[in-house]
């Protein structure tokens, strides 16, 4: 069984496409090669900036013969019906075999499809592969309509037997003919030589100084710049995305260490850590006694007989250019906050729209002023504290370094807050109030920064709410779940008692006179939002200005499912707790579900859900046929089995340690004291018929029913749980 190898070599692959076009090649050459029916044992893809690369071990040598019986007209169909089945059949007349059916005798044809040898299928294959492949972006050179994403000039296309002999498979793609040939190294090893197998192609492209394998090059150059930081007393700062762009632009990684100049020591080491990298793919190497950003690591894609000291010289050179714009931008933003404060260096975002229909920047620093401030004292915060916040959270996007840099955001928010003396949390708060950005980002702990944090986050939801731009689908441009996703994180790890509804209605309104929809023409939707926003009007109805309200809160518990199915709860547990009262209090609705959850994993929780859904079942059926409702107290005088004396007593126990558990929102206590009625709501099923012939016993054992659906029902809607 042949292995294959394939090697497109081209001009330079950008280092962001260069992992997803080796999958693809992989994926696309594999597949083609197993719907022509080949089989192999396995595949690998690599990647340089030059070439991308691909082996199949273990390839059958040919596709098998295959035949297909194909069913036919009857024999006395229309002349044209049977040969038209001869046509697409690709059999003669006298191919054909009668036999006898229930409806009379029909045609079958037998077709035979012969085995074709790999490197006919390969060729193919491949061919339709690089005509075909997709790029992100591609484009066409010379005369030829051939597009790849530089230059391609070689294929390498080989199928090598048991016995090490390589056969080159024949094609031809737009004038390049395939051969077993390739390149090395650009500058060290120029020139072409022949391969026979993968392991020949790997060894003697290392030999050329071409590493093969990119996780290879990206574990070199980290080892080497590690070392050579940990030599002279520093640390490398890790950004692994960096890691695996650089080893994306070299063949043979050369890491080299150099200075940076004092003059920029002073600089935010954020600042010269984005500067670097952003501009010249530098990995920052850090002073961890006093985290100044001190060295900086390139990796150049050769050696020189200097040991890279050219190298190093033209790359400071470069650096000194750039890092002297990001302290120009630097002390410019310093002068603006130190002669106008932060509000001052804000005042310009009047004239930055947010939306066309929701104002300004400006305008917006107003509402979550405002909504912080209303905030605050649920999370802790002072509310003047959380309002100056507010005020200056954004205006670092007015500076200089940001409109350079927007992924310093929030970040140099900071460092110009301490700047111009604020304090007590205000400036964490200009930091964090961007976060949690994501599932695994950090959440704000300190009580101005969540105060901030939540204000921001809502006031984005409560305005595209109300001008009706909700996610739609996959759609969400103003990535709103993420904003409803990073509220619920600040409430429920921080532990935040708030009544959701409240905020979000600050959040609503008072709103300016622009908000207001005109509802002749806006859709029944935005009527509707018209009423939430323009809360003076009398004549609105109450309902109308709920509308857009429990749509939003609908919202926010269709993302803590989300959340919480990503921690193992289930989303029937989650439904049985959003239908009871106080759902918008989403720390307690986790307490709940958690509570619940672990519960219903136990064989006493499991046992008594059984035992609940039996006695509400009993109850609907009672209750639907009698007329009433059997929700009165049960008097043990008319209990007539030690088992429902037992349940009564248990439920007399377990009623008060239920109300006290649940006004003290220990839901662990509230499934403890359920857990103890397990056996005797067991015990009485089993002993006792709950429709007896006395009507006074019937209806006392229904009330007793009523009370175990009671007690279970304060708990969670159990009725909501599968099972």
Known sequence: MPD???????EEIPARMQTRAAEDLKARVTDGLVEAGLTYAGAAAFSTPRRLALTVSGLTAASPTLREERKGPRTDAPEKAIEGFLRGAGVSRDDLEVRDEKKGQVYYATITRPGRDADKIVAEVLERVIRNFPWPKSMRWGSGSLRWVRPLHSILCI?????GEAQVVEMDVDGIKAGNTTEGHRFMAPGRFAVSSFDDYAAKLKKRHVVLDAAERADAIWQDATNQAFAAGLEVVEDRGLLAEVAGLVEWPVVLMGRIDDTFLGLPPEVLQTSMKEHQKFFSVRNPK???IERFITVANRETADGGE???AGNQKVLFARLSDA???WENDLRLVKERGLEGMAAGLSDVTFHNKLGSQADRIKRIEALAREIAPMVGAKPDLAAEGARIAKADLQSEMVGEFPELQGLMGRYYAEAAGHDDGVPEACEEHYKPLGPGDMVPSAPVSVAVALADKIDTLTGFWAIDEKPTGSKDPYALRRAALGVIRLVVENGVKLKLT?????????????WIVDSAKSSKANAKIEAVLYVEDESVTYDEKETVLLDLLAFFHDRLKVYLRDQGIRHDVIDACIAMDGNDDLALLVKRATAL??????????NLLQGFKRANNILSQAEEKDGVEYSFGADVKFAETDEERALFDALKDAAPRVDAALKSEDFAAVMSALANLRAPI???????????????VRRNRLNMLGQIRKIGLSAADLTKIEG
């Open 502 to 514: 409240s905020v979000l209605q600050q959040g609503f309104g008072p709103q300016p006179a622009d």
């Open 290 to 292: 006093t985290g100044r």
């Open 327 to 329: 302290k120009f931008f």
């Open 4 to 10: 294959l190898l394939i090697e497109l070599f081209s």
């Open 310 to 312: 050219t190298i190093l």
């Open 682 to 696: 067991d015990a009485f099923f089993e002993a006792v018929q709950v429709n007896a012939e006395n009507d006074i």
């Open 597 to 606: 959850s672990d519960f219903l994993k136990t064989e006493d929780g499991e």
């Open 159 to 163: 199928l090598t037997d048991d016995a």
